[in-house]
């Protein structure tokens, strides 16, 4: 069994653990980790066909000149989590995402030393969410100046301190009597989703010492060039997913790093206090307007071309549409909520917990709806 979080007591939350009380981890990930390179994306001579290494819960392969993605598998263990990568210059490297455990971030470090030797300039977490920003401890430890956008310290403050505060119970104990006391057999799935989900932030978050940037990015001085020695990435924010989001784009390749303003083969998390759900489809917008050989690495799923952005877009769609269609027949919103139905087309899509997805996204669409900016 692997020790994945090393609590202070010695006492770790191994995997086994994990995905029997995060169930809906593994459930979803053996749809969305397991996808091997779409036909088309393995014909792109940018993508390295053998990975550089692969660890099974994650591998990192080549994408491009000086640039490599890191792909989790969940399935496999829970060490990264989400996506991230690296890009490795002639006089400098950056990397991408502080990953769930400080073991994720070290694996990501030790494939960029199997690739270059050049001092590490930063490390980047696209956004504050536990998933991207637990690990960071590792590049404290090392040295490794950590940038973020300047409010994903406060928010990784506001949301992850109070839990280490309280017990499980505490945490769980409300909706678990909402689950006990739902009046349809519809609700009751979504709810015990969400106690899944849950559960498996409380173990995450309780087992590790959180560690904050230290060079916040003003998101008014962005976009911001960073000259990498023959390579330049350009770090840019959007609105959608959490209200802190930063990509890391590389214009001269056409390689997108977009953090979890795209999800791929997944439902898109939108639980977020400042998610926007206008804002995420404008931002997908401009997406889509970019080079049609644009090579975007998501937070989550398998690496994709432009028909990933196509794809996540038509689901935001459906959304949307069917969001309207209830908020017309008077449905109120904490019912619509539970009321989306997930079209044959995206059956075969994974969904991380009602309550963290289609949920909210479904009451945000309510609300925009209701104040006129739809
Ligand atoms: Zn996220």
Same mark, same amino acid.
């Given at each position: 069994m692997v020790n994945i979080t090393a609590a202070p007591n010695g006492k770790g939350v191994t995997r086994r653990e994990f995905l029997a009380k995060g169930g809906t981890f593994g459930a979803v990930v053996a749809l969305s980790g397991m996808m091997p390179l779409r036909a088309a994306l393995a014909a792109d001579a940018r993508i390295a066909q053998?990975?550089?290494v692969d660890k099974g819960f994650a591998s990192v392969r080549k994408i491009g000149e000086g640039l490599y993605?890191?792909? %989790?598998?969940?399935?496999?263990?829970?060490?990264?989590?989400?996506?991230?990568?690296f890009l490795a210059g002639k006089d400098a490297a950056l990397l991408i995402e502080g990953y769930v455990t400080t073991a994720g971030a070290a694996f990501q470090f030790d494939a960029l030393r199997m690739a270059s030797q050049v001092p590490v300039k930063a490390a980047l977490n696209t956004h504050y969410h536990f998933d991207h920003s637990l690990g960071n401890a590792f590049y404290g430890a090392k040295d490794i100046p950590l940038w973020a956008?300047?409010?994903v310290a406060s928010r990784m403050a506001e949301s992850y301190l109070p839990i280490q505060g309280i017990t499980k119970t505490a945490m769980t104990g409300p909706v678990e009597k909402q689950a006990k006391e739902a009046q349809s057999e519809t609700v009751r799935e979504h709810l015990q989703s969400d106690l899944g989900m849950m559960n498996a932030v409380y173990d995450l978050v309780s087992?590790?010492?959180? %560690?904050?940037?230290?060079?916040p990015l003003d998101p008014a001085a962005l976009p911001l060039k960073v000259d990498l020695g023959g390579l330049e990435a350009i770090l840019e924010s959007f609105p959608g997913h959490s209200g802190t989001d930063i990509i890391v784009r590389v214009t001269a390749q056409n390689v997108v790093y977009a953090g979890d303003l795209i999800f791929n083969t997944v439902y898109p998390v939108c639980f977020d206090a400042q998610a926007t759900m206008s804002g995420w489809r404008a931002t997908l917008k401009t997406f889509a307007s970019w080079d049609k050989d644009t090579l975007f690495v998501p937070g989550h799923g398998p690496i994709c071309g432009q028909e990933g952005v196509r794809n996540l877009r038509e689901v935001f769609d459906d959304l949307a549409e069917q969001a309207e269609k209830l908020h017309k027949a008077g449905v109120p919103r904490a019912e619509a909520e539970h009321r989306y139905a997930v079209p044959e087309k995206f059956?075969?899509?994974?969904?991380?917990?009602?309550?963290?997805t289609i949920g909210p996204a479904i009451a945000k669409l309510y609300e925009e709806l209701e104040s006129g900016k739809h």
């Open positions: 053998a990975p550089l993605a890191t792909i %989790s598998d969940e399935s496999k263990g829970i060490q990264t989590m989400c996506n991230g990568g956008h300047a409010k087992s590790t010492v959180l %560690s904050m940037p230290n060079h059956k075969s899509l994974g969904i991380y917990a009602w309550g963290f």
